[in-house]
């Protein structure tokens, strides 16, 4: 069947059908330029951690992770896709996916050998269960296939997303940066940070956009400048984090796509307490430092939580 995207539920329920009692997780997408400080942030999440670390982020950061961190590096889509569905990925608080931008290419190895351009229809295209020799380029696909495949991966991890998220796992997905000149800068913006995803001029079938809707929180975290002219910045070695746009700190966010539906504005990111932030601990209280930015106090170390089992692939 010629299909544009794909709708696949996400992990099957739990066996014995009991309800958890924990509420619906946090959805955050956090993106910025290599080595701003993604990953680190990630990983002070509280909490049972499964951290799918496309990248080698982690062996970079750590000698030793944190006993609450279980770390898988999925080759595959498949693979990726049995961590996901197994019923003991419910035994964790958090999912880490580092990244985004390395989880879409790993789409495209999937298309590759399991997609086919339809007989009939725009941008249509054809699923299979079973491997197909790959293709040598997207345009096999023919006009708006690619994007269509790339689409229907998307909306197949995102369908695991909303029942992991519905059971009570938060999902914080990082992503690299990038910027998108516009063609029409009558707005007084000629330069947006966006994440870096598949978005088609068409504006069908964006991967970005959808990304965006999805996550409740957006932020970017980017270096602390100090423009000296209209010519010269200066970089202040401070990383900040950007979420909802507010009038105060209203040049910061020029041309940078972020939101917060919890109202978090920003912070320095050493300051920053990602657990407060998502309302994953009720003390301490936010600290309102003026100016120009809100300090984030973190709160005193707890003891480490005993390391998880790995998610199981049967």
Known sequence: MAIKATKVQGAPPPADGAA???KRGKRVLIYGEGGVGKTTLATKLKGKTLFF?????????????PPN????????????????????????????VDSLTSLETMFWRYIATHCRKAKEGYGMVTFSDTPMQPLKDEKELG????????????????????????????????CHDCVKEKDDPSDGI??????RLNDPNSGKNSIRSRAVEVHGEVWFIKWEVLRKDERHVVKT???IVLGQPDEEHAADFVGVLSKSRRGFSTAYLDEFD???????????????VQPPYANLVA??????NAEPPPPSEE
């Open 20 to 22: 958890r009692p924990r």
């Open 53 to 65: 670390d496309l990248e080698g982020s982690l062996d970079d950061l750590f000698d030793e992770l």
């Open 69 to 96: 961190i279980v770390k898988v590096e999925p080759q595959d889509w498949e693979t990726m896709e049995r961590y996901l569905s197994t019923e003991n990925v419910l035994k964790y608080d958090n999912v880490v």
């Open 143 to 174: 006009g708006g296939g690619a994007d269509s495949a790339k689409y229907a991966m998307w909306t197949r991890f995102e369908g695991h997303m909303n029942y992991l998220s519905a059971e009570g796992l938060n999902f914080i997905d990082l």
């Open 190 to 195: 000629d330069i947006k940070h966006q994440p």
């Open 237 to 239: 070695g401070r990383r």
């Open 274 to 288: 990602i657990n407060h932030v998502l309302g994953f601990c009720v003390e301490p209280k936010i600290v309102v």
């Open 299 to 304: 709160p005193p170390p707890e003891p480490a």
